[in-house]
């Protein structure tokens, strides 16, 4: 059992371009989370979807987008990376038990913008 | 706006002792509230979950209460460990998202 996979899991980007991070999760979860964490920081939430198709903004959502298809997939689009953008990206997914119900993470995708 | 916050935001003990960490959070409907721990350079690892009908979890070593009136919750940590290092970090929930601390750094030395 997989759980939740996002790739890759490093990557060195140049000012300007873009590039998608990937994560899929198997466990037939609605609500997927997209969060960053910068250096000695707790984690901020830039996009969540309550299932295909129904995506909304979290707490920093400029410079990124993203796109639910299937209930499997969630990819996070960063446009013209700048340094700002340097971080690292976790991909969640959850239940929806009394609210959101657990919530399970990928390993992360370490992000370094130059 | 839910803010979450996390006190003390490092920590520094010696093995064996019992220790607390905070978690306090300023609207209190919330639905559940959930512990991790991350490891440095790792993701995170669910710890404990309580739902908001509930007052406390318990995991082993691990016990985690829940005060909503007051916002606040803690976790307790029985006979600390160096194996227990980590970063704790907890989350509280509304309808359909979590809202994270910045988290507690915690040394255990032996």
């Known amino acids: 059992n997989a759980g939740v996979t996002q790739t890759p899991k490093f990557r060195i980007l140049k000012i300007g371009q873009s590039m998608t991070l990937q994560c899929t999760q198997d466990m037939n979860h609605n609500y997927m989370y997209w969060y960053r964490q910068d250096p000695g920081m707790g984690l901020k939430l830039i996009y969540y979807?309550?299932?295909?198709?129904?995506?909304d903004k979290g707490e920093v959502p400029n410079g990124y987008n993203v796109s639910r298809s299937t209930t499997e997939d969630f990819p996070l689009r960063l446009e013209l990376a700048a340094p700002s953008q340097t971080s690292v990206y976790f991909c969640?997914?959850?239940?929806?038990?009394?609210?959101?119900?657990?919530?399970?993470f990928g390993e992360g995708s370490r992000l370094t913008v130059l | 706006k839910q803010e979450v916050t996390q006190i003390p935001a490092a920590l520094s003990v010696p093995e064996g002792e019992n220790l607390v960490l905070n978690c306090s959070f300023t609207?209190?409907?919330?639905?559940?509230l959930q512990w991790f721990r991350q490891d440095p350079g790792k993701g995170l690892t669910s710890l404990l979950l309580i739902q908001s009908s509930q007052r406390e979890q318990t995991s082993g070593r691990l016990n985690a209460s829940l005060d909503k009136s007051s916002g606040r919750s803690t976790l307790y940590i029985a006979a600390s460990q160096p194996g227990d290092s980590a970063t704790y970090l907890c989350a509280v929930s509304g309808t359909y998202k979590y809202i994270f601390g910045t988290g507690t750094r915690l040394k255990v030395l032996a």
């Open positions: 609207d209190s409907a919330i639905y559940n």
């Open positions: 969640a997914s959850s239940s929806e038990f009394s609210g959101v119900g657990e919530l399970f």
């Open positions: 979807s309550v299932g295909a198709g129904i995506t």
